[in-house]
Nanobody
Framework: QLQLVESGGGLVQPGGSLRLSCAAS????????IGWFRQAPGKEREGVSC????????YYAESVKGRFTISRDGAKNTVYLQMSSLKPEDTAVYYC??????????????????WGQGTQVTVSS
């Protein structure tokens, strides 16, 4: 069964950090671009960061540049999103997805063949 599972969400104070994980089963993440997306209540889903399959080049939304880092671990078939200097406006359900599109296109158009179930991130004091 093809599956993506996110983990690592939780409650964190402003300025804090979290690392989200996106683990795949049933397929090899190395062959896909992987993206992290988020959806806050009442808002549309948006691309946060995406990483290409071929050269691991990355794309970041302006709102997270310099604060978030996306990375791959092929041995663990997992993609991570390291989030630092978190702000209340980062509060959302975070999803990962896999696609054959290029990273920037994937993030901007919010596309994915496979999606995880999401993990809640809440930034609050």
């Amino acid at each position: 069964q093809l599956q993506l599972v996110e983990s690592g969400g939780g409650l964190v104070q402003p300025g804090g950090s979290l690392r989200l994980s996106c683990a795949a089963s049933g397929f090899n993440l190395d062959y896909y671009a992987i993206g992290w997306f988020r959806q806050a209540p009442g808002k549309e889903r948006e691309g946060v960061s995406c990483i290409n399959s071929s050269d691991s080049s990355t794309y970041y939304a302006e709102s997270v540049k310099g604060r978030f880092t996306i990375s791959r671990d092929g041995a663990k078939n997992t993609v991570y999103l390291q989030m630092s200097s978190l702000k209340p406006e980062d509060t959302a359900v975070y999803y990962c997805a896999a696609d054959v599109a290029q990273a920037q296109s994937m993030c901007v158009t919010v596309v994915g063949f496979y999606w995880g179930q999401g993990t809640q991130v809440t930034v609050s004091s």
